[in-house]
C-alpha cells in the first residue's frame, strides 16, 4: 500500500515557474517508478511526465519536453515536477503516480501501468 499525496498547485501567469511535490508513504517507492499524469476539464488524463526507480531515466510527453523537469530524492519518499514557461493550455488537475512494483520502461507512459494516485494539485496558468 502506497499513499500519495500532491501540493504545490496554484494560480500563475503564463511564463511563469511552478513546482510540484508528490509525498509518499509506504514500502514500495522506492523501488517504484513514478508518474506525473494531468486531466484539463472534458478531456482524458494525459501523461505528463515519469522517473525510473533509479532515477537513471526519464520521460516527458512532447507537450511538455523542453519545459518540464521530474525529479525524485528516494531518501525523503517525495518526487517533484518542475514546471517552466507555463502556458495557459498546461491548465489541469496534475496528478502523480506509482505501480505496485518494477516496470518496463516501454509501459511507464500509459495509465494502466500505475496503481496508486494522489487526490490531485490545481494548477491553473493565466494568459
Known amino acids: 500500500q502506497v499513499q500519495l499525496v500532491e501540493s504545490g498547485g496554484g494560480l500563475v501567469q503564463a511564463g511563469d515557474s511552478l513546482r510540484l511535490s508528490c509525498a509518499a508513504s509506504?514500502?514500495?517507492?522506492?523501488?517504484?517508478?513514478m508518474g506525473w499524469f494531468r486531466q484539463a476539464p472534458g478531456k482524458e488524463r494525459e501523461f505528463v511526465a515519469a522517473?525510473?526507480?533509479?532515477?537513471?531515466?526519464?520521460y516527458y510527453a512532447d507537450s511538455v519536453k523542453g519545459r518540464f523537469t521530474i525529479s525524485r530524492d528516494n531518501a525523503k519518499n517525495t518526487v517533484d515536477l518542475q514546471m517552466n514557461s507555463l502556458k495557459p493550455e498546461d491548465t489541469a488537475v496534475y496528478y502523480c503516480?506509482?505501480?505496485?512494483?518494477?516496470?518496463?520502461?516501454?509501459?511507464?507512459?500509459?495509465?494502466?501501468?500505475?496503481?496508486?494516485w494522489g487526490q490531485g494539485t490545481q494548477v491553473t496558468v493565466s494568459s
Open positions: 503516480a506509482a505501480p505496485k512494483g518494477m516496470i518496463p520502461r516501454w509501459t511507464m507512459k500509459s495509465l494502466l501501468s500505475y496503481d496508486y
Open positions: 509506504g514500502r514500495t517507492f522506492s523501488s517504484s517508478a
Open positions: 522517473i525510473s526507480w533509479s532515477a537513471g531515466s526519464t
